[in-house]
Structures are given as C-alpha cells and as structure tokens.
C-alpha cells in the first residue's frame, strides 16, 4: 500500500509538513509505504501553455515536474497538503496542479483509491483553496466523495499547529482511515 503526500508548504517545519506527517505515520502503522514529496525542495516549473503536450512523451520542461505525476499516478493513495497563500493553494501547489495538464492532455489519471487533503489557514481563504483542490482531484483522479479525506485547521506561525491537539488527532485518524480505506479496495 503506497501513500503518496504532496505538500505545497515551503516551510519544512511549518504547519502543513507537521499534519501531513501525522497523517503518514498514522497510516504507517497500518502498514503503510509512505512517501513525502515537499515541492519547494524540487524544480517545479509553472506550465507554459503551448498546449502541445499530446504530442510529447515527456513534457518539454525538463525539471522535476515529470516524475512526481509519475509517482502520482501510481500510488495507491495520495495526500494533498498546503498552506492557505492569498485565498488559495500555495503558489507551489499551483504549480504542480497547471503542470498535471499533461497528464489530461494524455488522458492520463492517477490510480489512487483514496485522496486526502490537509489545508492550514491562519484565518481565511479555506473554503476557496477546498475549491480549488477538489476541481484537481475530480480532474486527475478517479475517486468518488466517499473516498476523500479532508481536514482543515488554523494556525499562523510555523508549527504553532502542534498545540492544536483535536486538529492533530482528526489528521492522524485522516491518515488511518486512508489506510483502511485501501485496505477494503485490496490494496495490500
Ligand atoms: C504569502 C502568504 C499568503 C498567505 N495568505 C493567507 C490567506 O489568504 N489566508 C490565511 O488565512 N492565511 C494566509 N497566510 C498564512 C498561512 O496560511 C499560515 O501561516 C499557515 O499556517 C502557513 O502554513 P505552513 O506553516 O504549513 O506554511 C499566508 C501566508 C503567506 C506567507
């Protein structure tokens, strides 16, 4: 049972690492695989809207932008994790999501039976960047609601978030119900 998280937060000790992390290790007690990919420590490229990407194998940017649709598409859950950036995802997240274009203009969807979302506000904007996240995943995966995890909270200064001991255990149990969730889809 592979459990991707892909985290749109820059701050390694901030909010959103801290969640998406109980989150996995949750679900690595269930025997899980896990795997982080925080994307401000990767190259990923905002898109360039030629729009030629059915006629490449590979998109015409050669950053990191390919491998991790790659491993998006094969796991057998994935997390998205991001902090709140002016109303929405964190410019990173959007990245990533514009670059998944290639992946629709192949008619390409991520294999994962289960999606989770952790979204970290200091005190708007959640409801729009749920929006945004939730067109992503009926775009580039294969899910129906039952079978999308969400949590949400408040916190503002990196890590303040671990004082918030009801939002850490409602994602901790995110993580788990993840893993059982792929448990009855069979996935071992
Ligand atoms: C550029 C920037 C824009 C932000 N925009 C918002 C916002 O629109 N609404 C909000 O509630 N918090 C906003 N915040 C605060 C973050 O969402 C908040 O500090 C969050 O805890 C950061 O999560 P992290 O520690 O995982 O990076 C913003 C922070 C930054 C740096």
Same mark, same amino acid.
Request: aromatic share 8%; charged share 25%.
């Given at each position: 049972? @592979?459990?991707?998280?892909? !985290?749109?937060?820059?701050?390694? @000790?901030?909010?959103?690492?801290?969640?998406?992390?109980?989150?996995?290790?949750?679900?690595?007690?269930?025997?899980?695989?896990?795997?982080?990919?925080?994307?401000?420590?990767?190259?990923?490229?905002?898109? %360039?809207?030629?729009?030629?990407?059915?006629?490449?194998?590979?998109?015409?940017? @050669?950053?990191?932008?390919?491998?991790?649709?790659?491993?998006?598409?094969?796991?057998?859950?994935?997390?998205?994790?991001?902090?709140?950036?002016?109303?929405?995802?964190?410019?990173?997240?959007?990245?990533?999501?514009?670059?998944?274009?290639?992946?629709?203009?192949?008619?390409? @969807?991520?294999?994962?039976?289960?999606?989770? !979302?952790? !979204?970290?506000?200091?005190? %708007?904007?959640?409801?729009?960047?749920?929006?945004?996240?939730?067109?992503?995943?009926?775009?580039?995966?294969?899910?129906?609601?039952?079978?999308?995890?969400?949590?949400?909270?408040?916190?503002?200064?990196?890590?303040?978030?671990?004082?918030?001991?009801?939002?850490?255990?409602?994602?901790?149990?995110?993580?788990?119900?993840?893993?059982?969730?792929?448990?009855?889809?069979?996935?071992?």
């Amino acid at each position: 049972m @592979k459990l991707l998280a892909i !985290v749109g937060s820059p701050r390694l @000790k901030g909010n959103t690492n801290y969640l998406v992390d109980q989150a996995l290790a949750e679900a690595k007690t269930l025997g899980a695989e896990t795997e982080k990919v925080v994307l401000s420590q990767y190259k990923v490229n905002p898109c %360039l809207g030629h729009t030629e990407c059915a006629s490449y194998d590979s998109c015409r940017q @050669k950053d990191d932008a390919g491998w991790i649709l790659d491993r998006l598409c094969e796991a057998d859950g994935v997390i998205l994790g991001t902090p709140v950036y002016y109303y929405n995802v964190s410019a990173q997240m959007k990245a990533f999501i514009d670059r998944s274009y290639f992946l629709y203009q192949h008619g390409r @969807k991520s294999q994962a039976k289960a999606v989770g !979302v952790i !979204v970290v506000a200091e005190s %708007l904007g959640i409801e729009d960047t749920l929006h945004t996240l939730k067109l992503f995943i009926n775009e580039a995966f294969d899910v129906g609601e039952d079978r999308i995890f969400v949590v949400t909270g408040y916190a503002g200064g990196p890590g303040e978030v671990k004082n918030n001991l009801p939002l850490v255990a409602e994602t901790r149990k995110l993580g788990r119900q993840m893993a059982e969730t792929l448990k009855t889809e069979g996935v071992g």
